[in-house]
């Protein structure tokens, strides 16, 4: 029985291709237990406005070097702020009125550590795409770097695949899967030029655009 595994670090509503994971693997494991890296997306999303780009951060309280889950979120300002700015920018988007009345509810509840906000996201986006993985966590006792976690992630629950990003993939010991007998996949998606408001297509953005300007139905067709 094929068992495939997606790894990945819990993040603020992430661009398209993360979601494709949850919609290609029959488990999604929110990897909260490696460090904490401001320049990824742990604690932002990127919009598109009629200024451009533009990044929505949640605030944290942050010592280097800490693991994801122990990031504590340093205010609540967000928590107004981002919907205000989600609605401003695509308020008047084809698809916002369905898809706002269900993702609104995210942001009254109080979160005080990042990873909850994150978490929370991902569980959202799951059940917005009726993916069918199953949402883990890092099974209790893993504890190895990069590659070799990855590896023992993937023993621990069982997988027969390894559902890779491009990037990921470029650090895993093949060889070392293979002899555990599991196969590695790389996600291979070709995400179109999708319509958008405020001018030329943009990449790289939150997934929440691409739900605002042409649907669930639309984004789900590409990404599985």
Request: aromatic letters at 10%; proline letters at 6%.
């Amino acid at each position: 029985m094929t068992r495939v595994v997606a790894i990945h670090q819990p993040e603020y509503f992430p661009v398209p291709s993360v979601v494709g994971k949850l919609l290609q693997a029959d488990v999604f494991v929110l990897l909260d237990t490696v460090d904490f890296n401001r320049e990824n997306l742990q604690h932002r999303l990127k919009i598109k406005t009629d200024q451009g780009a533009q990044w929505l951060t949640i605030p944290v309280l942050h010592a280097t070097p800490q693991r994801i889950h122990d990031v504590v979120t340093a205010d609540d300002r967000w928590l107004t702020g981002h919907p205000k700015s989600l609605q401003l920018a695509y308020g008047k988007a084809p698809c916002f009125d369905a898809i706002w009345p269900a993702l609104a509810p995210f942001w009254v509840i109080r979160y005080k550590y990042l990873a909850d906000a994150t978490r929370a996201a991902m569980v959202w986006l799951a059940a917005m795409f009726a993916a069918p993985a199953q949402l883990a966590m890092v099974p209790a006792g893993v504890q190895a770097r990069k590659g070799d976690l990855v590896l023992a992630i993937c023993q621990r629950l069982g997988a027969t695949a390894y559902l890779s990003g491009v990037s990921g993939a470029q650090y895993l010991d093949r060889a070392a899967f293979a002899a555990a007998g599991i196969e590695v996949q790389v996600q291979a998606l070709q995400l179109p030029a999708y319509p958008q408001r405020f001018g030329p297509f943009v990449s790289g953005l939150s997934v929440l655009d691409a739900l605002f300007n042409v649907g669930v139905a639309e984004v789900r067709g590409w990404l599985r």
